[in-house]
């Protein structure tokens, strides 16, 4: 069944600095996206080429690894459905976000790497990681500092699918959703990640007012 949606949509280049443009940026969307109908859709694109030896989107302070890392927790708790697409190599910071979204696709032929250069880590990212990848895989990655390329990010399953054309598959996925899908993302989202850290008493209530909700509308 198709579904028309609109698309709220994020361009970042790999070599952009996490700075004020860019924060407000991120969060001037994730305002629309707050204030728009239950039919939109969150669309994050990395675009570009990083010369060898030259650092990724980067952190630049203390304060802009807390801002950014609030910036990405709200990604991570959108009330809409987030896409994240890769066109271009995805490293440090870029990898934490991509880890906060819904669904992700990249192009093939990229990079996968933890590690900024020659920065430190110094977001969310191996926390993300930890909860998402085994331990032997996030040692790979974060202990001994290997990169990792498209095919093996989707082994990994850092991505979701590697494709030569990311919009037109895009399209293609959202096409196939059942539009249900796309009201409530967020409290279903919550309920698959959060009882990794929380009690079964707070995942039930989450899980309880969830239902309400549901029965109110039908």
Known sequence: MNIELDFISIEVECGALVEA?????????LNKVEDAACNTCLLIKLTGNV????????LTSTDMTSRWEK?????ERCQALTLFIAEGPVGGVMMNLLLACDYKVAQPDLTFNVFNGPMPICDMTIFRLAHSLTTKDVN??????NAVGS??????????????DTQDYVRAFMAKLNPSVISDIHIRRRLIKDPRSESYEDSLGVFLAASDRAFRRN
Request: charged share 15%.
């Open 51 to 58: 010369p060898k030896h030259s650092a990724q989107t980067q």
């Open 151 to 164: 095919q093996q990010a989707l082994e990994l399953g850092l991505l979701d699918a590697v494709v030569t």
């Open 71 to 75: 910036v990405v927790r709200r990604v």
């Open 140 to 145: 790979n990655l974060v202990l001994f500092g």
């Open 21 to 29: 443009p860019l924060l407000e940026q991120f969060n001037q969307a």
